[in-house]
């Protein structure tokens, strides 16, 4: 998505507004007018994909345990929020086919191979970017796929981990944008990929980001970017 337009990511749909990686954040996102979504994705112990960040349930639902020990009935029974059900990936995908970009963070093993399975059934491979902070997780997914949109994420890149990453055919990078500096962005682009800057939420932190010349920014709060970038 590299251009000169800044690339507006509703990270977990838009989670400082709504109920994180709900299907009503993610419609919200949309509505705002966001250019990507990004989601996180886990397996249930009956091996369905559901859509949450943390390993356990506990801190965005009503309930308690670890998505790998619970199965997808029970994840669904319980409350995410505004009476919002912990959506399955497919449902997300349905979501956004269409209208905006998907980045899908993969967390736990064996997790890429369902995903991509499931977006390749909805044939999304052209509007969904398999992320994740393991490169072992996209080299997977790029053996499954060389023609899939893999992403890398990363806390505090270096020159030499930023190579190595361009090296295995990501189409961009997200970095904490705390850590973000012009030497970073300069080399993304130099390598011919996207950078987005994740999570600045105030005003001020996405002003300073977009002055780096970043791509993207992911954010917590797109409707505070898209009223700004609006008024310019």
């Known amino acids: 998505m590299t251009s000169d337009r800044i690339s507006i990511v509703g990270h977990r749909g838009a989670a400082g507004v709504v109920p994180e990686n709900t299907l009503k954040g993610f419609r919200y996102a949309i509505d705002l007018g966001v250019d990507c979504v990004e989601c996180d994705v886990h397996l249930t112990r009956d091996s369905h994909l559901v859509v949450m960040h943390d390993e356990t349930v506990d801190r965005t639902t009503n309930g308690s345990g670890s998505i790998r020990e619970l199965d997808v009935a029970t994840i669904r029974a319980l409350d995410a929020g505004d009476g919002e059900q912990v959506p399955t990936l497919d449902e997300v995908l349905a979501v956004v ?21 499931t977006v390749v059934a909805r044939g999304m491979e052209g509007e969904v970017v398999f992320t994740s902070f393991d490169m072992r997780r996209i080299a997977k997914v790029k053996r499954l796929g060389d023609h899939l949109l893999t992403g890398a994420i990363l806390v505090d890149p270096g020159d030499e981990e930023i190579k190595r990453v361009v090296d295995t055919g990501v ?3 997200g970095v904490y944008y705390k850590n973000l500096c012009l030497r970073a962005v300069e080399r993304a682009m ?14 001020r932190e996405q002003q300073a ?5 970043v791509n993207g920014v992911s ?3 797109p409707d505070i970017l898209i009223e700004y970038l609006h008024s310019l």
């Open 97 to 117: 086919q269409g209208k905006v970009q998907l980045l899908c963070e993969l967390k736990g093993e064996g997790v890429a191979e369902a995903t991509v399975e």
């Open 171 to 173: 189409v961009g990078i």
């Open 190 to 203: 130099s390598a011919g990929i996207d950078i987005r800057a994740w999570n600045p939420d105030t005003l």
């Open 209 to 213: 980001m977009i002055a780096l010349g």
């Open 219 to 221: 954010t917590n709060r």
